[in-house]
């Protein structure tokens, strides 16, 4: 089966600051990735995604990087607010499936 | 939109009852899938639906079932539930098969005693 890891299971930082969130995937043949944001008692929400033709992609406050060449996908969120203390999880589709990571847990300190 | 619903939302069997987690989308989406979620080990497919009549194994396929009669509806059964189905189900479902967003439901979580 595919393994996509992250390498922090938890990860704490302080309001205001950058927030860095790292994956590993595993699949070369992987051209879609996406990041999920999961509070508590819900599902997963999509934030941001990134093709394998790119290798940076910027939303509102998240920037995602790919590097293929090592498989390593990064989130980074930019000035961290209490509302953003959730589960990530990154996501790589090879095929017709994705192949989620186990997660990080991130708690912003206020 | 209502997106992508399920019912119910939490549910308790005893070991070999039969049941059916519902899932429903309202947005057209041609990919709907099933995953369970299980701590420490991230999000698990299940089954999943490319189109109506359309249907396909994931990583997790045994003891439950799936049809797709409808674009809208994807629900998914257990035939005979074990203790080891005791897990949170999330439907997912998206445009297109390939490279596009996921949208997910709220979730229903299942004990089996």
């Known amino acids: 089966g595919e393994s996509v890891g992250l390498h922090l299971p938890t990860l704490s930082v302080q309001e205001g600051d950058n927030s860095i969130i790292n994956c590993a995937y595993s699949?070369?043949?992987?051209?879609?990735f996406i990041w999920y944001k999961q509070e508590s008692g819900k599902g997963p929400q999509f934030i941001i995604d990134?093709?394998?033709?790119?290798d940076k992609r910027q939303g509102q406050r998240v920037t995602v990087l790919l590097n293929k060449t090592v498989k390593h996908l990064s989130l980074q969120i930019a000035a961290t607010q209490p509302g953003d203390s959730a589960v990530y999880f990154c996501?790589?589709?090879?095929?017709?499936?994705?192949?989620f990571g186990t997660g990080t847990s991130l708690t912003v300190i206020p | 939109n209502a997106g992508v619903t399920q019912t119910p939302k939490f549910q308790v069997l005893k070991t070999g009852q039969s049941m059916t987690l519902q899932c429903a989308q309202d947005?057209?989406?041609?990919?709907m899938s099933w995953y369970r979620q299980d701590p420490g080990m991230g999000l698990r497919l299940i089954h999943y639906s490319v189109g109506a009549g359309i249907t396909d194994q994931g990583e997790v396929p045994n003891g439950y079932n799936v049809s797709r009669s409808t674009t809208e509806d994807f629900p998914l059964r257990l035939l005979s539930a074990a203790p080891s189905q005791t897990s949170v189900y999330f439907c997912?479902?998206?445009?297109?098969?390939?490279?596009?967003?996921?949208?997910f439901g709220p979730g229903t979580r299942l004990t089996v005693l």
């Open positions: 990134i093709r394998s033709n790119m």
């Open positions: 699949n070369s043949a992987s051209d879609y």
């Open positions: 997912a479902s998206s445009y297109q098969t390939k490279g596009d967003t996921q949208y």
């Open positions: 996501a790589e589709k090879p095929g017709n499936q994705f192949y």
């Open positions: 947005m057209n989406h041609e990919y």
